[in-house]
Nanobody, 127 residues
Framework: QVQVVESGGGSVQAGGSLRLSCTAS????????MGWFRQVPGKEREGVAC????????YYFDSVKGRFTISRDNAKNTLFLQMNGLKPEDTAMYYC????????????????????WGQGTQVTVSS
């Protein structure tokens, strides 16, 4: 049984930083591409960043480029999202997800590619 668990969310002021973590069990972690997504109540879930199974390639959505960094430690089955320069519009529930079904940039960035999801961790940025 696959389990994906996020942690590290919290409340910060604009300009601050947070580091999210995600652990995955019940799967061979380094076989899976991993992604971070976020959702605000009443809006669709959107992509943030994703990383290939080996970690050699990363992809970011325009809204976070230059501010967020995705990384992974395959020895510890852990995914990270370093968020710097946080803005109030970054406030959302952040979700971690895993997939073996992606092979190119468009599929890595597509929500529908990811069958395994965590429960989310809340990030709140105040102005």
């Amino acid at each position: 049984q696959v389990q994906v668990v996020e942690s590290g969310g919290g409340s910060v002021q604009a300009g601050g930083s947070l580091r999210l973590s995600c652990t995955a069990s019940g799967l061979t972690f380094d076989d899976y591409a991993m992604g971070w997504f976020r959702q605000v109540p009443g809006k669709e879930r959107e992509g943030v960043a994703c990383i290939t199974p080996s970690g050699n390639r990363t992809y970011y959505f325009d809204s976070v480029k230059g501010r967020f960094t995705i990384s992974r430690d395959n020895a510890k089955n852990t995914l990270f999202l370093q968020m710097n320069g946080l803005k109030p519009e970054d406030t959302a529930m952040y979700y971690c997800a895993a997939t073996r079904g992606a092979s190119d940039e468009s599929s890595y960035l597509a929500l529908a590619s990811y069958p395994y999801w965590g429960q989310g961790t809340q990030v709140t940025v105040s102005s």
